[in-house]
Nanobody, 125 residues
């Protein structure tokens, strides 16, 4: 059974950093792409990044240069390192899987995949 579990969210000041984790079970990271999404109150869900099983990574323009996605195949965990956080990064962050490969910054392929429960990130002074 495919399962994803996010962790690492919390409260951080603007300019600070957080690292989110997405623990995967029921499949191997080599065979599936993992995407990070976020949804802020009153806003549509937004794709943040995608990492393919072969290691290619794609980022939304809104986070490029600030966020880094990586994977640890041995731990079956994908990470989202978030630096230089801004107020507008406040959201619930989700990880999802479904397709084998990323489609660049098109995140629609994950719509009908498997999702975690989300973790809250709040950027506030």
């Amino acid at each position: 059974q495919v399962q994803l579990a996010e962790s690492g969210g919390g409260l951080v000041q603007p300019g600070g950093s957080l690292r989110l984790s997405c623990a995967a079970s029921g499949f191997t990271l080599d065979d599936n792409a993992i995407a990070w999404f976020r949804q802020a109150p009153g806003k549509e869900r937004e794709g943040v990044s995608c990492i393919s099983g072969d290691g290619d990574v794609y980022y939304a323009d809104s986070v490029k240069g600030r966020f880094t996605t990586s994977s640890d195949d041995a731990k079956k965990t994908v990470y989202l390192q978030m630096n230089s956080l801004k107020l507008e990064d406040t959201a619930v962050y989700f990880c999802a899987t479904g397709p084998t490969y990323c489609a660049g910054t098109y995140f629609g392929l994950f719509e009908h995949g498997s999702w975690g429960q989300g973790t809250q990130v709040t950027v506030s002074s």
